[in-house]
């Protein structure tokens, strides 16, 4: 499957909920679903039945799924190596999703949304542990370093973060030095750490009947 190229605002109007997939955007008054509260399509007014339990469990995998920029193979792959590891599955895959380095260089500020955060690393721009790591499917680990490329750093996008990162609050489970823009994973996430709201048993069930 292709990775969707289509305009990223349909996906948060098909769900009903934002996604935060354009980051600070999505909290202006420019959101598309701000302006257009109701699903994609021209008879979307129209539009009114009941949603199965299937259905629920699809949406809610959606949500997960679009919100990470993960395609339904790599998704599947995830869900697989969370129902082999010991403990709650869901929670273990919303743990997996977390520790994918695209997702670090969001939550540490380095970029706007997921998706830039992508661009970013498949650019060669982030190194972990000194090394240059250009896969954002790629999983960090407990005491990992994440910083920029030494060339990296003379380009106007990463003056503009340094700037707008003195006043970014990271999450609990990493730590920045907002003075050399270097970010350390402190431990593994819990699901406490996370601050999505996903129903995350809904997914299980819902690849359990697959």
């Avoid at 129902?83 to 895959?93: E, F, I, Q, S």
């Avoid at 997921?114 to 250009?134: E, F, P």
């Amino acid at each position: 499957m292709a990775r969707y190229t289509g305009p990223v605002c349909r996906k948060c109007r098909f769900l009903g909920e934002k996604l935060m997939l354009k980051g600070e955007k999505c909290s202006t008054p420019k959101c598309s679903l701000e302006r257009k509260n109701r699903p994609p399509g021209e008879h979307s007014k129209a539009r009114r039945y009941r949603i199965s339990e299937h259905g629920i469990q699809l949406k809610e995998k959606q949500k997960v799924r679009f919100s990470y920029g993960v395609l339904e193979r790599q998704f599947r792959k995830f869900f697989a190596e969370a129902a082999r590891t010991p403990g709650a599955t869901g929670d273990t895959l919303l743990i997996l999703l977390e520790r994918r380095l695209d997702n670090v260089v969001y939550r540490l500020g380095f970029a706007d949304s997921r998706a830039q955060a992508r661009q970013i690393v498949r650019h060669g721009h982030i190194l972990v542990n000194d090394h240059k790591v250009d896969i954002p499917s790629y999983l960090v680990k407990s005491g990992d370093i994440v910083k920029w490329r030494e060339s990296s750093t003379k380009t106007e996008y990463y003056k503009r973060v340094a700037e707008e990162i003195k006043q970014r609050i990271v999450s609990k489970w990493l730590s920045l030095d907002k003075e050399k823009m270097t970010g350390i994973v402190s431990t593994l996430p819990g699901k406490d750490d996370i601050d999505a709201k996903f129903n995350m048993q809904a997914i299980v069930e819902y690849y359990s009947k697959g």
